[in-house]
């Protein structure tokens, strides 16, 4: 039985050294996916100012062919003032002629606010694109140290689960299931030391019958409070 304890303290011992670098791999695993959301996120907003600057710049063609057009027609009507021969058609000209010129300095104005309106995107784009390049160089480096360290927790769980499996075949099934049952349950803490009367699992006090059984070695005894498998070191 002795034996069986060295090995469940063994077996507890790889247990949690392998749950500290699952969790530690979880923690890590989960930086990474938000260092990849972070620069995702600065890359959509690169992505999408610059889709908006096309859009401006679509939108500043179409008024620029508009107003070549309206001159086009400013200087048909022009040309054919020489032509008109009564007053009346003279003045419908003129009045179409003022009238296709308000609409050409109204279209100017629509261009040049268009100007305005790209020339603060375009800026506010090469600040994010900065900010994606500098948010990308640190993040390629956190996440190659991030890669190195998991690296090495793949190695480690590798090594110690081996360990494991080698300990797990040497001792029976159903001590086996009883010690990763209580693993489970107890945060890790399936097999503890009894000192002083008392188990150091859950602090309660142990008949003092139990406590002087554990001495002898004969079978491995649970804490009656917490279930916890018990053993006691030879000054205890």
């Known amino acids: 039985m002795q034996e069986q304890m060295e090995l469940l303290k063994e077996l507890q011992e790889i247990d949690q050294e392998l749950s500290k670098v699952r969790q530690s791999r979880k923690e890590l695993e ?28 679509g939108q500043r063609r179409e008024l620029t062919q508009a107003l070549v057009l309206e001159q086009e027609n400013v200087k048909k009507a022009e040309g054919r003032l ?48 900065g900010q994606l390049a500098s948010l990308t160089e640190k993040v390629d480096a956190r996440q190659g ?25 040497e001792l029976p099934v159903q001590l086996r299931k009883r010690y990763q049952l209580l693993f489970d349950r107890r945060g890790g803490m399936a097999v503890v030391e009894a000192r002083n009367g008392a188990c150091l699992g859950c602090n309660m006090h ?7 059984s554990l001495f002898q070695t004969r079978e491995i005894l649970s804490c009656p409070h917490c279930n916890r498998l018990l053993f006691v070191n030879s000054e205890g």
């Not at 003045?91 to 309106?117: F, H, S, W, Y």
Request: net charge negative; proline share 3%; charged share 40%.
């Open 30 to 57: 989960a930086e990474r996916s938000a260092l990849n959301a972070d620069v995702e996120r600065v890359q959509g907003m690169v992505d999408s100012l610059a889709a908006d600057g096309e859009a401006l710049k």
């Open 82 to 129: 020489p032509t008109i021969k009564t007053q009346k058609e003279y003045v419908a000209v003129l009045k179409e002629i003022d009238t296709a010129k308000k609409m050409n300095k109204d279209i100017d104005d629509q261009i040049r606010a268009k100007d305005g309106e790209i020339e603060v995107l375009e800026k506010e784009r090469e600040e994010k694109e």
């Open 145 to 169: 140290e991030i890669a190195a360290v998991l690296a090495e927790y793949s190695q480690t769980e590798d090594e110690k689960g081996g360990q494991r499996d080698t300990l797990l075949k």
């Open 206 to 212: 142990l008949p003092p019958q139990l406590f002087n």
